[in-house]
C-alpha cells in the first residue's frame, strides 16, 4: 500500500507560481515506478499533467503545460513536486498526485485557483 498526502494549492492571480507537493508513504514505496500529477476542472474530465519516472528521472507533460510547469522528485522524501509557473485560469482545477507500482494509488486533491 501506498499513502500520498498533497500540499501547497491554493490561490494566486494569473501570472504567479505555486508548488504542490506529493509524499508517499506506506510499506510498498520501495516498488513505485513512478509518480505524477493530474488534475480535474469543474464539470470536466480528470487529465494528464505531468509524470517522472522514480528511478531514471525522466519526465512528460500535457502540451499545456509544457515550458511553464516542472516536475521534479526526491528520492530520499518519497516526494514529488509541481513547479507552476506563469499560470493561467485555465490551470484552476484540483490536482492530484498519482503513484503507480503494481497498483495505481491516489491523493485526495489539493484545489488551484488563479483569478484574472
Known amino acids: 500500500q501506498v499513502q500520498l498526502v498533497e500540499s501547497g494549492g491554493g490561490l494566486v492571480q494569473a501570472g504567479g507560481s505555486l508548488r504542490l507537493s506529493c509524499a508517499a508513504s506506506g510499506r510498498t514505496t520501495f516498488s513505485i515506478y513512478s509518480m505524477g500529477w493530474f488534475r480535474q476542472a469543474p464539470g470536466k474530465e480528470r487529465e494528464f499533467v505531468a509524470t517522472?519516472?522514480?528511478?531514471?528521472?525522466?519526465?512528460a507533460y500535457a502540451d499545456s503545460v509544457k515550458g511553464r510547469f516542472t516536475i521534479s522528485r526526491d528520492n530520499a522524501k518519497n516526494t514529488v513536486y509541481l513547479q507552476m509557473n506563469s499560470l493561467k485560469p485555465d490551470d484552476t482545477a484540483v490536482y492530484y498526485c498519482n503513484a503507480v507500482s503494481r497498483s495505481h494509488y491516489w491523493g485526495q486533491g489539493t484545489q488551484v485557483t488563479v483569478s484574472s
Open positions: 517522472i519516472n522514480w528511478s531514471l528521472g525522466s519526465t
